[in-house]
């Protein structure tokens, strides 16, 4: 039998069938290649970070020191994520990455200051923290447990571009997971007590 003898009514659903199956192929096509920022592919897809940044506004004003204790905690609008608390022994990170943010207005040579105290978890005897500023490695510190140190380190005015934003990423390689079978969401590494961006010094 020829197509042209079917009826309007089979032809009908042979259409509909062929409709439902290019949406089926267009949704699967979709679920393997998901249409969504880099942030979320790398959180929920790729499981490379566990750090999935919330819109904060980065609201700061150059030079003041952050104080990232319990007791007024005004530096929300500065931690896009990777951070629990605050307590009164500073803000614990949390997962393998944290990031800080802050807003600086036109590009300039800034000196970023970090007060850290490593956990005292079983686990390694330091932790190693890796530190980038958008996007680009300024250094690798070392936190021992239960000892506050402050480090400074420069980031280069080349390494900002114009969008008055400094991003700054913590990693942890040595983060210590709290118990068996805890997601590396929760593992922890250090806690911060405070910070500042100030511009470099020149020489």
Not at 24 to 49: G, K, M
Not at 98 to 127: K, N
Request: proline share 7%.
């Amino acid at each position: 039998m020829r197509l042209s003898d079917r009826s309007p009514l089979t032809l009908g659903a042979y259409a509909l069938a062929a409709l439902l199956a290019l949406l089926e192929l267009v949704i699967l096509w979709q679920a393997l290649h998901p249409n969504v920022s880099a942030d979320y592919r790398a959180y929920y897809i790729d499981r490379s970070t566990t750090c999935l940044p919330q819109p904060v506004s980065g609201a700061y004003n150059l030079g003041k020191e952050l104080d990232f204790r319990s007791g007024g905690d005004e530096t929300r609008e500065n931690r896009p994520c990777g951070w629990d608390g605050p307590a009164g022994d500073g803000m614990h990170s949390i997962g393998q990455t944290s990031r800080l943010r802050f807003a600086i207005g036109a590009p300039q040579s800034l000196t970023l200051m970090l007060e850290l105290t490593g956990v005292t978890l079983p686990g390694p005897d330091r932790q190693r923290v890796i530190v980038s500023a958008n996007g680009r490695r300024i250094g690798e510190i070392v936190v021992t447990p239960d000892k506050t140190e402050r480090f400074t380190m420069t980031i280069p005015a080349d390494s900002l571009d114009d969008g008055g934003f400094v991003d700054i990423v913590l990693d942890y390689p040595d983060a210590i997971s709290p118990g068996k079978r805890v997601s590396n969401t929760y593992w922890r590494s250090v806690k911060l007590t405070a910070a500042s961006l100030s511009p470099a010094q020149p020489g």
